[in-house]
């Protein structure tokens, strides 16, 4: 009896140790989305689902999605995106502990600094195969494009990292040095080698999510 209480306590132990931490909530969801985990399960998003740092989250064709985090950041995902929260840590009383990395595979967003970004801006990072972004506690859109069979690309756009800042600022990293990006500024990064371009004008990047998102920000060509 002895042996089993304590195979069972050590079990319970594990399960509690392995557990993900809840990272955010899915607000809004226009469409089918779903989330694999660190370990590969597979399951279906919809409103109040919860997300977990370690997830990978997908977004079907036609459908975006409003992710809030624990720290009040968002991510407004577009249709047929695909990113991964690498790592995901907050606790308002210990801001010595926060961390977010991020990596967009394809597709576009919109992101909305958090308490943490605006308090640890050094410790968000949102990785693509472009470049790195930075911050300086903002609002940014992103758009990657593979040239591969992207879904709702916007019009025009040339493969690669496309990226608006609508307030703050953020920074660009990649083999080629560091960028800075202020409000109003446009800019296209075609691989990690290259340096980026910057633009006052919107070369073709699109993000108009329903009206049911309430969204103040978005994006026409």
Known sequence: MRI????????????AASAAQVAGVVVQASGAMSAR????????????????????????????ALVRFIDNSELTLKPGSTIVI???????????ADSAAFTLVKGGLRSVSGLLGKRNKEKFALKTPSATIGIRGT???????????DFDPSPGLEPGLHVHVGAGGISIVNEAGRFQYDPGQF???RNDKTKPVKMFTNPGMRFAPPPSFGEADTLTP
Do not use: N
Request: without cysteine; negative net charge.
């Open 37 to 64: 985990s660190a370990s590969g399960a597979v399951k279906p998003l919809q409103a109040r689902s919860e997300v977990e740092s370690g997830d990978t989250l997908t977004t079907a064709a036609g459908a975006y």
């Open 139 to 149: 609002t940014f859109f992103l758009e990657y494009l593979t040239g591969k069979g």
């Open 86 to 96: 690498d790592r995901f840590s907050f606790d308002e009383g210990k801001p010595d």
């Open 4 to 15: 089993a209480l304590i195979l069972a306590a050590l079990l319970l132990f594990g399960g």
């Open 187 to 189: 800019g296209f990064i």
